[in-house]
């Protein structure tokens, strides 16, 4: 080793072992791997694939929207030659004798009107998927609104030879007053509907904070393994002797579900088949009361 090869060495220059300087490696940044580089690149399409996810996403909850939105204007538009039909019918019906024409007009009528309540129920929950539906809570006195109920379908339960009982209260409650009739009709139309013995019974309580209102009906009853599954849109229960098909098509209880959940409203359901079923709706207290 020659004395620059020394000088070199003592200054920290390596020196190769045949004479000459060896060649100089070239160092990596601290921290720099190969592994980093891997997580970088990893990371990098994990974003990416991201991105395409929710672009996507955004896409189809669109053409969601969209199809929603042609649905419930054809819904709304099908119902307007249904309102021609009831017109039709009543006017065949003046001034007719004949008996089996009275019965086949009156049939005409109940098919219009199971139209009419299918349409309903598919513009109510259309509206709630495109947000058209927003509720305007207030503290309301109930007593107005179910009264109101019991003049509505009072004549309903007396052609049927069944009674409609509406009790009287003073409770309030903090709700959307469109809504909650919504969803009363919807109860008492359906309790009336499975009902042939007995009634219908309306009543209202204070509970954990709230106010319930109940709709009990003498009706069939619902076997336990439906219970949970009723408030399903477009879920039947298979008919049975005592109740003739035809009469829904699983829409009224989960129309009850949707437009109560947007008053936070909780719905529950009690039955026993051949002794009779309850659905309790349990409201909002007032708003004044919580000040």
Request: with cysteine; glycine share 8%; net charge positive.
């Amino acid at each position: 080793m020659n004395s620059l090869q020394h000088v070199l060495r003592f200054i920290g220059f390596p020196v190769g072992s045949m004479g000459g300087a060896a060649p100089v490696r070239q160092r990596r940044p601290r921290g720099f791997n190969d592994a980093a580089l891997t997580a970088e690149g990893s990371r990098s399409a994990l974003r990416s694939r991201v991105a395409a996810l929710m672009q996507k996403n955004r896409e189809l909850e669109a053409n969601g929207d969209a199809k929603t939105r042609l649905f419930a204007a054809a819904i709304h538009d099908l119902r307007q030659p249904l309102q021609s039909l009831v017109l039709f019918s009543d006017a065949l019906s003046n001034g007719e004798a004949d008996a089996d024409r009275l019965q086949c007009i009156d049939q005409i009528r109940q098919s219009v009107d199971s139209l009419d309540r299918l349409f309903t129920g598919l513009l109510d929950l259309t509206q709630i998927d495109t947000g058209r539906m927003l509720p305007d809570c207030r503290d309301l006195a109930l007593d107005p609104l179910l009264q109101e109920l019991h003049r509505n379908f009072h004549a309903v339960a007396q052609a049927q030879g069944l009674r409609l009982v509406v009790r009287r209260t003073q409770a309030q409650a903090h709700v959307d007053a469109m809504m909650l009739t919504r969803i009363l009709n919807n109860l008492v139309c359906n309790a009336l509907r499975h009902t042939r013995t007995g009634g219908v019974l309306v009543g209202t309580r204070l509970d954990r904070g709230g106010v319930r209102i109940d709709v009990c009906d003498t009706g069939i009853g619902i076997a336990p393994q439906h219970q949970t599954r009723v408030f399903d849109a477009f879920y039947r229960v298979h008919s049975t002797a005592a109740v003739p098909s035809g009469d829904g098509m699983g829409l009224g209880l989960a129309t009850v579900q949707r437009l109560a959940e947007l008053q936070r409203a909780t719905v529950r359901l009690r039955s026993r088949p051949g002794r009779g079923t309850v659905v309790s709706v349990l409201l909002p207290s007032p708003r004044a009361a919580l000040a």
